[in-house]
């Protein structure tokens, strides 16, 4: 925490270099106030300052993206008249220190970005990363992030289709809550977060503003974690009213339906400053803030801290004079506050002619200034930083360390222990709201029904995914990057959808260390490399540095959310289930090569970090992906049934792939696998698992795009055997819940 | 055409796919904001499932005191059809239209998932034509969905014919495996699972539109 005998500017998170900036700028000291102000906006969490000058590395454009990187949420158009909007953000700092409320707020600021869009948020994913939950602390962050999930998204009306769960020690002291929102919209509503016309208002929708939150996104999110910092940083932590969420939705698009909005922009971190500088900086406007006009939830609160509060459930939409009455008068019906809290003022004009819009913070709209600075220096002049970069000096000699070495004593104990039913979890949240989910929690894909309330008719399909890899990633976050975007084509293809779009929420270290930045690096360049080669746009993403406790940094863990399209949806894809008598087919790309470096055998079962991952084909994967999603894609128009079962093979390999089937099937197999960890355990890219009544007409489609097909087996029987390895259906059922159950009932 | 209203609180959720689940068994269907007074010219009403006025309180304690809930009470003393789905049983409950109370899952744990329904009498308005005994796919999405009630109140319930669906297997500690119960003369129901959810084999069910298109046929004879 900051020192309090420490200068002003350094206990709000600011360097001396960025306070000579900030007087260069304004040419002047900056007061109180105005140093509050770009201690938030020019925190990592909001300015970007070390990720920056990476992200600009990534692919953004593709002929469906209307909306790229930058804005509050990127959005494709889908067809039919129908745009999706879609944007991923971490909550893990808010978490780590009050699980319940950090998660649950974390789900109402990705839907405000996504509703400011004009978009009605329609699907949720959680991918969460914990330590192992055999302490009563991590159950403790287990079951208060899962409740605060569910008890905040199934409130305010927006299903949770899937997610991730992870275990892994580097988690326990620092773990990750990303959460993933798409939303829906007539493409013809599409709205930006810009303030324009001079004399247009300023209204502050929705709650009031408290003393909670106040520096989250600088004290809070762009700092680590030491050993006494829980009770210090709770009052920094933001608490979440659905209710208020869910009449906010409703009102915004109300206004939005009757196009009474100029502009709107959420407040999420930063508060009121953050949403007054972007849409004047956006609109090149300046802007007059009354922050005695702001409610306040108690009274003697400074303009300081109102300027940032960070409470939740917040809108500011820039009006017109004549449309205020009616917009009072919607909002009024679902019970929502509506203030006049700023108003759209001329831009100064520059030395070379140029409008710079100024924000002036008054008490009063005629009424003394308390501060006043240039919107665009807090929204866009932040200083980048191009930290220094190094390679880990251990990495070598971790690579050379190949688990393979360390064996298996009993290849079936390695196998109950890696099965993880995360049923527990997704059942604690309403998957089904708005008759949409046709594929949901515990498929590969979620596949939903692209319709929803007020979008015009489709029969189109949508699906998401989200993927990661840490272990991979740790070892090699390029190729660890690009084999999770390749994961996730192949789970898109699993149900026929076509990917249009990426997103990302790079969840990493300690920007500081030079290690943390070079695995940053890698990361970026492997996802730009992967979503070049697969033809997916980056569309927006997130980057939460400063994962870290008492000096450790997290494994890099690049989230990679996918958002693909299916033209047809008439009927349902086919699941993990096989039926008793269906030949069971090894489909594959020709060049796969299988390794346990980063399996998650060598971590889960010996701790082992070494090794080097299997290497990815990005022509060969993109084929077999497309000739496994041609056929699903005709199923689910309706076309014959040709695959009855269907997985992609990814963390646990082949064996837990099959086990996971036979779970869902209630029906065994018998594998003639030769028993080593390798061949039971080994991961690499590009092969599926594929059941079908008539493999003889299944293998001559795979072939036919170049795929190599094994036949695997037929299903029946209550076991699945793997080499001479038996384990009944039941006992991996009961292995495959264990863990979870055990968290509580 | 009969004609249903959907009865909006602020909270509730489920109101649009409840529109659709009417629609799809041959009602048409229109939305009516709880500060309404007039259900004049309406054959059924639906109170839909969410979280009505933010659960605050208890689920349904405040919904209870909307406006339009006088009207509704007048609606099922005339003889009307009415059904409140998961939130709306809640309110049905709270607002004394039906006996008893919904209480926290067994488990203390929300749950969202599948679940066997048993049609427990033919009598009532949602289960009319439908034979005791028939098992019906429907899926469930509730906190507070345990049914509670006193020992005099249960046996009235049984004795009565009261019971209209029971759980197959009882995922919320519900007293008798009660999912749904009617009042008296049957034209008022409240059911935790939610039928409008189990109306397309898309979706996995169609069993839900056995209950739906039962509730509007009922609209006919009533």
């Known amino acids: 925490m900051a020192d309090a005998a420490a200068p002003i500017h350094r206990q709000l998170g600011l360097t001396d270099s960025e306070l000579d900036l900030i007087i260069e700028v304004l040419g002047r000291e900056p007061n109180h106030l105005e140093l509050a102000l770009y201690s938030v906006m020019w925190s990592e969490h909001c300015s970007y300052k070390s990720s920056r000058v990476h992200l600009k590395r990534l692919p953004t454009t593709g002929d469906r993206v209307l909306v790229g990187p930058g804005e509050n949420a990127g959005v494709i158009d889908a067809g039919d008249g129908i745009a999706l909007a879609i944007r991923i953000e971490s909550h893990n700092h808010p978490s780590a220190i009050e699980p319940y409320q950090g998660a649950a707020t974390g789900v109402g600021g990705i839907l405000r970005d996504i509703f400011t869009m004009g978009a009605r948020p329609i699907a949720v994913m959680d991918p969460l990363f914990f330590g192992p939950p055999t302490t009563a602390r991590q159950r403790w962050l287990l079951e208060g992030v899962v409740s605060g999930i569910s008890g905040y998204g199934n409130s305010v009306g927006v299903p949770t289709i899937g997610g991730e769960l992870t275990f892994d020690p580097c988690y326990a002291g620092n773990p990750l809550v990303n959460v993933l929102c798409l939303g829906a919209l007539p493409t013809e509503r599409l709205v930006l977060g810009i303030a324009s016309g001079t004399g247009n208002l300023a209204v502050l929708l929705g709650s009031t503003t408290g003393r909670d939150g106040i520096g989250g996104v600088s004290v809070l999110a762009s700092a680590g974690f030491s050993d006494d910092d829980d009770q210090s940083k709770r009052p920094s932590v933001q608490v979440g009213d659905p209710y208020e969420e869910k009449r906010l939705i409703e009102a915004c698009l109300a206004l939005l339906d009757e196009r009474l909005v100029v502009g709107i922009q959420d407040l999420g971190g930063a508060g009121l400053v953050c949403a007054t500088s972007e849409t004047a900086a956006r609109g090149r406007v300046g802007m007059d803030v009354d922050v005695t006009a702001v409610p306040t939830r108690e009274a003697g609160m400074e303009p300081w801290e109102i300027m940032t509060s960070e409470s939740q459930e917040r809108m500011l939409a820039i009006v017109t004079p004549e449309g205020l009455a009616r917009v009072q008068e919607l909002c009024a019906r679902w019970e929502v506050r509506a203030t006049v809290v700023g108003r759209v003022t001329e831009p100064a004009i520059g030395p070379d002619g140029e409008p710079i819009g100024v924000l002036r913070i008054r008490k009063g709209f005629d009424g003394e200034i308390v501060a006043e600075v240039p919107a665009a220096s807090l929204a866009d002049d932040a200083p980048l930083y191009n930290r220094p970069l190094e390679r880990p000096s251990d990495l070598d000699a971790r690579r050379a360390d190949d688990p393979a070495r360390l064996g298996s004593a009993d290849l079936g104990a390695d196998l109950r222990a890696l099965l993880r039913d995360p049923a527990w979890v997704w059942r604690q949240y309403d998957h089904q709201l708005f008759l949409n989910t046709v594929t949901g929690p515990g498929a590969n894909a979620a596949l939903l029904r692209l319709a929803g309330p007020g979008l015009p008719e489709s029969n189109r399909g949508f699906a998401l995914t989200t993927d990661s890899n840490p272990r991979l990633c740790s070892l090699d976050p390029r190729l660890g990057t690009a084999l999770t975007v390749a994961e996730g084509i192949a789970n898109l293809a699993c149900v026929g959808a076509t990917p249009v779009a990426v997103v990302n929420c790079l969840n990493f270290g300690n920007p500081e260390h030079p290690t943390v930045m070079w695995q940053l690096s890698e990361s970026v360049d492997g996802m730009a490399e992967a979503c070049t080669a697969f033809g997916t746009p980056v569309v927006g993403g997130n980057v939460s540095l400063y994962n870290e406790s008492a000096g450790t940094d997290i494994d890099p863990t690049p989230v990679i959310g996918l958002l693909g399209l299916v033209d047809t949806l008439a009927a349902r894809p086919p699941v993990l289930s096989w039926n008793d008598g269906d030949t069971v087919l090894l489909v594959a790309a020709p060049t796969v090569a299988l390794s346990l470096g980063g399996s998650r055998w060598a971590r889960e079962i010996h701790g082992a970090t070494g090794g080097v991952p299997a290497g990815l084909d990005a022509d060969a994967h993109a084929a077999l992906c497309r000739a496994v999603a041609s056929v699903i894609a005709g199923q689910v128009a309706g076309d014959h049934a040709l695959v009855t079962a269907v997985t992609d093979v990814s963390g646990g390999g082949v064996a837990v792939a099959l086990a996971e089937m036979a779970i869902a099937s209630g029906s065994g197999l018998s594998v003639a696998l030769e028993e080593s960890p390798t061949a039971f355990f080994g991961e690499g890219p590009s092969r599926f698992i594929l059941a079908t009544a008539d493999p003889d007409a299944l293998a001559a489609r795979m072939r036919a795009a170049g795929a190599e097909v094994t036949m695997l087996g037929v299903a029946g029987g209550d076991d699945l055997v793997l080499g001479q390895v038996a384990t009944s259906i039941a006992d991996l059922r009961a292995a495959s819940t264990a863990l979870l159950e055990g968290v509580s009932a | ?222």
Request: net charge negative.
């Open chain 2, 1 to 222: 055409m009969s004609r249903a209203a959907v009865i909006v609180f602020p909270g509730s959720n489920c109101e649009h796919d409840a529109v659709s689940g009417l629609e799809l068994a041959g009602a048409s269907a229109e939305l009516v904001w709880h500060t309404e007074t007039d259900l004049s010219g309406y054959d059924l009403v639906v109170l839909p499932g969410g979280f009505a006025h933010g659960d605050y309180l208890r689920a349904g304690a405040l919904a209870r005191l909307s406006p339009i809930m006088d009207t509704v009470a007048a609606f099922a003393a005339s003889g009307g059809p009415v059904v409140g789905i998961c939130n709306g049983f809640q309110v049905l409950t709270e607002a004394g239209m039906l006996p008893g109370a919904l209480q926290k899952n067994a488990h203390l744990k929300f749950h969202c998932k599948d679940s066997t329904l048993i049609v427990a009498s033919s009598r009532s308005v949602l289960t009319r034509g439908v034979a005791v005994g028939t098992e019906l796919s429907i899926p469930i999405n509730h906190f507070s969905g345990s049914y509670v009630c006193d020992e005099a109140t249960l046996q009235r319930l049984q004795d009565n014919d009261q019971v209209v669906l029971r759980y197959a297997e009882n995922p919320n500690g519900s007293l008798d495996d009660i999912a749904g119960i009617s009042n008296d003369a049957g034209n008022v129901v409240g059911l935790m699972p939610h039928p409008e959810r189990a109306c397309s084999a898309l979706l996995g069910s169609t069993d839900g539109l056995v209950l739906l298109q039962a509730f509007v046929g009922a609209a006919v004879s009533a």
